[in-house]
């Protein structure tokens, strides 16, 4: 089967799923105990008043009339308005994703160079003193939540050591913003040339990428050693030792080239978990992302910035798992053909 071919089996399955994100984040957000109209008419509203804003919200029409309208405006670009600023979701999201992007993505890298080589040291020096060192941090990363983590490193990092800036923001006081062209201020700042500007972002997203990525590195370091260690068990492994390759052949260029399959996996399902368990990380160190948007919207039940982060999650998990998968395609053609 052709690599095309694939593709659109792929992109086949991805359409009932989105149907199914669409019903389950709608149905979830009308279980939310409290009325949506009544936050946005405020404390004070009469019953006339709380009538007409049912009227305009859409709330006094049937269920499956709710239903579709919800999904005709997703269809346009519409996520509703929110309470709080006042303003389409969307408008918010647009201004907060660069925010939270910048974040992952360092997150990500942080467990990706740290998870990776931590986890071919324990495969290779199993049951040694680096791999009993090598599985406490993993077990560390998955026990310890992340919030707590966050608040750990700012105490110790902040304010025992003082080498980390206040949790406050992506920019130090008083530094003015780079000029917008991505959104991401260490991408911006290189390109624009403020190095004011990404000296104090870097320094800014120090302690919450390392949060993040220290929670995400653990599953990946194990990952990483239980595949490295069935495949060094491997007979091609074996013959590769018989002929005398060097060591750094065999582990590298062998080894850990064929573990990335499952790796690839991982990664997929931690860049998911990071699009939705950055809210408290986000939260913690003040970070003006999409996560720390719905961490609000929750507080002051506000329901249409709610509803868009859950949706929003779900289809970048869905995204996500397409990549993955067509990933494999690449990697290894025989996956075409089940």
Not at 75 to 87: M, V
Not at 184 to 208: C, E, F, K
Not at 221 to 242: C, F, G, P, Q
Not at 325 to 335: E, H, K, N, V
């Amino acid at each position: 089967m052709g690599f095309l071919n694939y593709l659109v089996r792929r992109l086949a399955l991805v359409l009932p799923t989105l149907f199914g994100v669409s019903l389950i984040c709608f149905f979830l957000t009308y279980m939310l105990p409290g009325n949506p109209a009544m936050v946005k008419a405020g404390p004070f509203a009469t019953v006339e008043h709380l009538a007409e804003m049912e009227h305009q919200m859409g709330l006094d029409r049937s269920l499956p009339e709710q239903y579709v309208r919800y999904v005709t405006g997703l269809l346009h670009g519409d996520l509703g308005e929110s309470s709080a600023t006042g303003r389409p979701v969307s408008q918010d999201f647009i201004q907060r994703l660069p925010a939270t992007l910048e974040l992952n993505l360092a997150a990500l890298l942080i467990a990706i160079a740290i998870g990776i080589p931590l986890g071919v040291l324990s495969a290779v020096h199993r049951d040694t003193f680096i791999d009993h060192i090598g599985r406490v941090v993993g077990i560390t990363g998955v026990a310890m939540p992340s919030f707590w983590t966050g608040l750990l490193f700012v105490y110790v990092f902040f304010y025992l050591l003082n080498v980390a800036p206040p949790p406050l923001g992506r920019l130090g006081s008083g530094i003015t913003p780079p000029v917008h062209i991505t959104g991401l201020y260490i991408v911006d700042s290189l390109m624009t040339g403020n190095w004011i500007a990404l000296r104090s972002s870097l320094h800014q997203l120090m302690l919450p990428a390392a949060t993040l990525g220290f929670s995400v590195m653990a599953p990946v370091a194990r990952m990483v050693r239980s595949t490295m260690l069935e495949i060094l068990e491997s007979d091609y492994i074996k013959a590769a030792w018989a002929a005398g390759l060097s060591r750094r052949t065999v582990i590298y260029g062998d080894a850990l080239r064929n573990a990335m399959i499952p790796v690839i996996t991982i990664l997929g399902i931690v860049f998911g978990f990071l699009m939705a368990g950055n809210a408290v990380v986000e939260s913690v160190f003040a970070w003006p992302g999409i996560g720390n948007y719905a961490v609000t919207a929750l507080m002051t039940k506000d329901s249409g910035p709610i509803q868009s982060f859950v949706l929003f999650v779900a289809v970048m998990y869905v995204a996500v798992n397409l990549l993955v998968d067509l990933a494999y395609g690449l990697a290894d053609p025989r996956i075409r053909l089940r």
